[in-house]
């Protein structure tokens, strides 16, 4: 069926295919058996012949394309199935990279999600075991990320933030963009003159160290997640380049994480209770960051978290993948009725990718040791000057609203309460619900006094006349007997129907 599902989302076009490639990451919503054939969809597509390019440019610049652009290769870098990426040579002679956006390709996701939000409502409609994973919440949140991803203006700034973030860092080269060059539909960005670590050449570049090279992207990743509170969202090889005396270049940030300073500092917490192997306390971070539930049993959830994650502690990349085991906790998590923010599954997603560039360049490089130094200095700086000094001005800020803003409000509050007219409203939980079962008890009640009555009473007529019979009973008692009959029924009908 997992099978089945993959081939017939291959066959559905673009939309699905990227739909499944989201819930691939999603352990928490989907079977393991279906992660794993999702996994498989890939975003490849048929190039687009380069006279269609041509054609959207023009619709975006019009007659100075070729003022604007010395020469454009027809031949595509790449092609997906939002967009298709081709070189190009700016007329002041630099070197860049153009990604168009396919024609007609937001008119196709706009119908394939009209059909999947029909989809998620007949799902939460008739199949109510669907509806704690929220099918329509899950299309909503696909299609805040495709609106952003078809965007290329968005991912243009998206770029300028991480040229900002490490314009200090001259190791991590960001590729410039040509905002006057860059719409909706077209992102025009610096050519980087290095290999991506896709492919086999990448390090053997003269004078690479592999080594250093996975030390400078894993410590930029952790600096996006620990320092900006914004990373990569999927850094896979293709979109991690190599470039000359071990520098390090990125592209590709249609889709990036954001994190704020709660969810660093639990992501933080977690990586330190892997290492100290205190389940107790990764448990207690799933529960804080999730919206609360009474439903948690939280010493249950460790426990299943310890047997999922002990039998692998203290291997290296070579034996285990983090990523997963993170991500197939947030499994165990869902079904602990624990609602893992989006921005977390993401972060979890995203060492996967990281993971498997550091399997790439070295086996038993482990990821959990180095990110230790990035989560024990994110601690340290919870407790510095500068981080102590904001929490006190936010909080004398706060205390100082709340002040000014007291005595008004118990003035108003002292004022309602002596007014005349005033009564304390309480209101109940399904008040309704207990309203009404009280009202169909009392109904049964008085149906059940009714009918006893009758019974004795016919019963009683019974004995006593002996005049005008039907059937041998007196007509009186035979009139009340089919009465208590009568009334018995619907006293029966409303029990079977009391809520």
Known sequence: MAERMRMSFEELGPTFVKLGQVLATRPDLVPEEYVAEFEKLHDRVQPLPFSV??????????????????????????????????????????????????????????????????????????????????????????????????NFVVEANNIRRFQENFAKDATIKIPKVYFDLTTERVLTMEALPGVPLSQETSLAQGGSDAKEVIRRGLGAYLKMVFHDGLFHGDLHAGNFFVLPDNHIGLIDFGVVGRLNTRTQTAIANMLLALSKEDYDRLAFEYVDLAPFSDKVNSDLFAKELRELIAPYYGLTLKNVNLGKILMRSSGIAARHHIQVPTELMMFFKSIVSIEGIGRKIDKDFDFLTYSLQFAGELAKTQYGPERVMNDLTQVARESRAFIHALPRQLNFFFRKINSPDHAFKIKVAEIKELKRSVEVSFNLLFLGVIISALILSSSYIFVHDTTNHVWGIPTASFVGYILAVILGLIAFVNYIRKP
Not at 62 to 69: E, I, R, S
Not at 103 to 121: E, K, M, R, S, W
Not at 135 to 149: M, Q, S, W
């Open 53 to 150: 390019v041509e054609e959207v440019l023009k619709e975006e610049f019009g007659n100075t394309l070729y003022q604007k652009f010395a020469s454009i290769d027809p031949e595509p870098l790449g092609s997906a199935s939002i967009a298709q990426v081709h070189r190009a040579r700016l007329a002041t002679g630099e070197d860049v990279v153009i990604k168009v956006q396919r024609p007609g390709i937001i008119l196709t996701i706009n119908d394939d999600l009209n059909v999947l939000y029909l989809l998620a409502d007949l799902l939460a409609t008739y199949i109510p075991e669907t509806r704690p994973f929220n099918p329509t919440g899950i299309v909503n949140e696909y299609f805040k990320t495709l609106e952003l991803e078809t």
